[in-house]
């Protein structure tokens, strides 16, 4: 139970960094939407870019966060070296990268349909290999169970880059129409949507410098034969890895290329806002992520920890679901984060909601493979999802635009999750809590089937009214089954003496 208490409060403290973080950049999808109109497709590149981005991300630190966790609570090996080594060898290949993309840039920038626009390819490439270093800093940071500087780096990236963004898609247009000679010399209105890339970058090189502490201070060792033993673990989690991430971009880089028409990076950037909303599934999934992961390693010689395992999964999915009916409950409201020329694309919320739920149930049930070294189990079942994922958008996106690729994530983040399920009860059985998870799944689709059937004229105050009573019944049924008020934090003691 104390282990269980230790992955709360450290999901408090880095789900607060990712939801507040999140929340933060959120101001930059109404700020994008409001100056980047559909027509125009600027909110479609920047969707169609960061989809290549996240895909490189993956491929740059190729599995090294979890092998790093892996190692350095291996029992012989050195953590500090398994670090450094670390470093070595995603810093390496950051570096080739952007040489690489620099020597190719017009080649490769016309392949992904942005000729005319290079220098979106090449600050994208730097800022993306910037982010893969510091990866490892900041694992380096949740392995030491230091939360709060890891908290405290990610809101200084979030607030410098919204900072920035303000200044140059709010104050500075407006100044340069009144003097373009002064403002002329630090805005150019031709640059477009290539700010969003050029901010991105300049805030993500501030916040290296705050990483010297873990980059100094000690003496730097790159053990080759550690290398090829991390190597030899990390090359399936690159795999799963790559799957995963195309699990949840490939629809943004297959779009353009199958959606035939004008019209494409337009309906792509109605997808990419709407998605914006979906994503606080993402930031709970992430934040759990990060607790849980040291966590899980820390406690993989414990060979009574199926339980505890079960028991996690448990709350995980009673909370991503409560998370659920919240924002469908609350959408009359949170729409106006985007812009109204997005709305049409509402419906794909509780799609893309419900695949980010089953893909965090399957990030759960994936540490049977990782804890025994078989981590080409996750490989091939990623790999199956993201097949089904191609097939749905190839097959269905030129008939059925982005709504294809709503229901593509869904079905594939479905078969990756079954198949991890079913293999891992014979490989590494656990016993999940199946009925009462049940229970939960089926109180909630019944809830979310009477908010999605409220008739359309009755006013806001009215649905909204009606979603709160369902959200707090939800909320009830989890206080009174499995959350009773005296087992509660502080709050809890008051409840204890009444009885």
């Excluded at 340069?176 to 901010?199: E, K, N, S």
């Excluded at 414990?302 to 709350?315: H, I, L, P, Q, V």
């Amino acid at each position: 139970m104390a282990g269980l208490k230790s992955v709360a409060k450290d999901t408090a403290i880095y789900g607060l960094s990712s939801i507040i973080g999140r929340f933060l950049n959120y101001l930059l999808v109404p700020l994008y939407t409001a100056k980047m109109s559909v027509e125009s497709g600027g909110y479609g590149i920047v969707t169609n870019i960061y989809a290549y981005v996240a895909l490189v991300m993956v491929l740059l630190t190729f599995g090294m966060e979890t092998t790093l966790f892996r190692f350095a609570n291996k029992e012989g090996e050195n953590p500090q070296t398994v670090y450094s080594t670390t470093l070595g060898m995603v810093g390496g290949v950051a570096l080739l990268f952007v040489a690489a993309v620099l020597a190719f840039l017009s080649p490769i920038s016309s392949a992904m349909g942005y000729a005319a626009h290079p220098e979106y390819v090449g600050v994208m490439a730097a800022c993306v290999a910037l982010d893969a270093f510091q990866a490892i800093p900041f694992a380096w940071l949740r392995y030491q169970h230091r939360p709060i500087k890891f908290f405290a780096l990610k809101m200084l990236f979030i607030v410098l880059n919204i900072a920035l963004n303000i200044l140059y898609f709010v104050v500075l247009p407006p100044l340069y129409a009144r003097h373009p000679d002064v403002v002329g010399l630090v805005y150019d209105p031709t640059v477009g949507p290539g700010y969003a890339f050029i901010l991105n970058l300049v805030s993500t090189g501030l916040v290296t410098f705050f990483f010297i502490p873990e980059l100094t201070g000690f003496k730097y060792r790159f053990d080759t034969g550690l290398m090829k033993r991390m190597l030899g673990y990390s090359w399936p989690i690159l795999l799963l890895g790559i799957a995963g991430i195309l699990n949840q971009t490939a629809d943004k880089i297959i779009f353009p290329l199958v959606y035939k028409g004008p019209e494409a990076q337009s309906e792509l950037a109605v997808y990419g806002a709407c998605v914006k909303i979906a994503m606080i599934m993402a930031m709970i999934t992430q934040a759990f992520r990060y607790a849980y992961e040291p966590f899980v390693f820390g406690k993989a010689k414990d060979r009574n920890s199926g339980e505890t395992y079960a028991t996690a999964m448990k709350f995980f999915i009673i909370f991503t679901l409560l998370a659920f009916l919240c924002v469908v409950g609350y959408m009359d409201i949170l729409k106006h984060i985007i812009a109204p020329d997005y709305w049409p694309g509402l419906r794909v919320v509780p799609i893309v909601m419900a695949a980010e739920i089953m893909m965090g149930i399957y990030f759960n049930l994936s540490f049977w493979y990782k804890l025994i070294d078989k981590t080409i189990y996750g490989a091939w079942f990623s790999a199956a999802g993201c097949l089904v994922l191609f097939a749905v958008n190839i097959i269905f996106v030129p008939q059925y635009s982005y709504m294809a690729c709503a229901w593509g994530g869904f079905a594939g983040y479905a078969t990756a999750m079954l198949l991890s399920y079913f293999v891992g009860q014979k490989q590494n059985p656990i016993d999940y809590p199946l009925k009462s998870i049940g229970i939960y799944v089926l109180i909630a689709a019944f809830f979310y089937a009477i908010m999605a059937f409220l008739p359309e004229s009755w006013p806001v105050w009215g649905r909204v009214g009606v979603n709160t009573v369902l959200v707090l019944l939800f909320i009830g049924h989890i206080l009174k089954h499995d959350l009773p008020l005296r087992s509660l934090p502080v709050i809890g003691k008051y409840f204890r003496k009444s009885n």
